[in-house]
C-alpha cells in the first residue's frame, strides 16, 4: 500500500528564508526518512500566496509515517521554517484508475 502525507502551513519570514530552512530539514531528515520508507517529497508554495506551503511525500508503509511524525526532533524543526504547527494529515491510496 502506497500512504502519501500532506504538510501545509504559513511560512515564517519571507519563501527564501523559509526555503533555505527547508532544504536544511529535508537534508537533516531526509536519511532517516528514507530508511523507514519515505519514497519521495515535493514541495510547493502558493502561487497567489508565497507564504503558504504544501508538501506531499510518498510512503510505503504506515509505521514509519507515525515514528517521524510523532518524533519531538522533527516538530522542532518544523518550528524553523512554519509560523506555528503545520497541518499533517495521511491519505491511504484508493487503488482506483489513475493518470
Known amino acids: 500500500m502506497r500512504y502519501i502525507v500532506v504538510v501545509r502551513g504559513k511560512l515564517k519570514g519571507n519563501p527564501a528564508e523559509a526555503g533555505k530552512a527547508h ?58 521554517m512554519f509560523d506555528g504547527q503545520p497541518e499533517v494529515t495521511i491519505w491511504a491510496d484508493s487503488s482506483w484508475l489513475q493518470f
Do not use: C, R
Request: no cysteine; hydrophobic share 35%.
Open 23 to 80: 532544504d536544511e530539514i529535508v537534508s537533516k531528515v531526509s536519511p532517516l526518512g528514507k530508511s523507514m520508507g519515505n519514497t519521495s517529497h515535493q514541495a510547493y508554495l502558493n502561487v497567489q500566496d508565497g507564504g503558504e506551503f504544501l508538501a506531499i511525500d510518498f510512503w510505503d508503509n504506515m509505521e514509519g509515517i507515525q515514528k517521524l511524525y510523532s518524533d519531538p526532533n522533527l516538530a522542532s524543526e518544523f518550528a524553523k
